[in-house]
């Protein structure tokens, strides 16, 4: 697993039933382990390290006692985030939203227009002036229509202080840009 020193946010690690949720702490900047399933025995342990477990079981939380628990109840995924953000206070300042990768959870980086051309559709390549791009897996990222949901669902969770105008919205692309 990769470490990125620069990122001060919490860390987390999440079960196998917890994927969705994994994704939209990504989305939100958090550096988030996910557990794919198969034995807890077979966990690395180094990527457990300086993580928030995200668990439904005592049992689970038993077998890595000594790290922090969030002990998830919900079962829609952004009822989920809201039990994160409730039990750990988060406020819109622990937030680094559209800053990670949500398939490989590596931080993306930006990336010139022109790197982009003809890796991405040309109605994006022609309309979308900003783009990022994860130096795991390659996916490339742009302000995209999608991401209105997921700004909605932060202003929910954090209407104190919604991200502004110049919050890099970034979508995952759509896969055609392989
Ligand atoms: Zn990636």
Redesign the pocket.
């Known amino acids: 697993m990769s470490s990125e020193p620069e990122n001060e946010l919490h860390r987390f690690w999440a079960e196998a039933t917890l994927g969705k949720l994994a994704k939209w702490l990504r989305l939100l900047g958090f550096d988030t382990c996910y557990h794919r399933g198969g034995r807890l025995d077979d966990v690395d342990q180094e990527c457990l390290q300086h993580r928030i477990l995200l668990t439904r079981t005592r049992r689970t939380a038993e077998r890595f006692a000594g790290h922090p628990v969030v002990y998830i109840r919900k079962d829609r995924a952004e009822d989920q985030l809201e039990e994160v953000v409730s039990a750990l206070a988060l406020s819109r300042k622990d937030l680094k939203p559209f800053s990670r990768?949500l398939?490989?959870?590596?931080s993306t980086r930006p990336v010139s227009r022109e790197k982009v051309r003809g890796k991405v559709p040309d109605y994006v390549w022609q309309t979308a002036q900003r783009f990022t791009t994860?130096e795991?897996?390659?996916?490339i990222y742009w302000p995209g229509s999608h991401t209105d949901r997921a700004l909605d669902r932060i202003r929910a969770l954090f209407p104190e202080d919604s991200p502004g105008e110049d919050t890099p919205l970034r979508h995952r692309s759509d896969g055609n840009n392989r």
């Open positions: 990768c398939r490989c959870n590596r994860c795991g897996c390659k996916r």
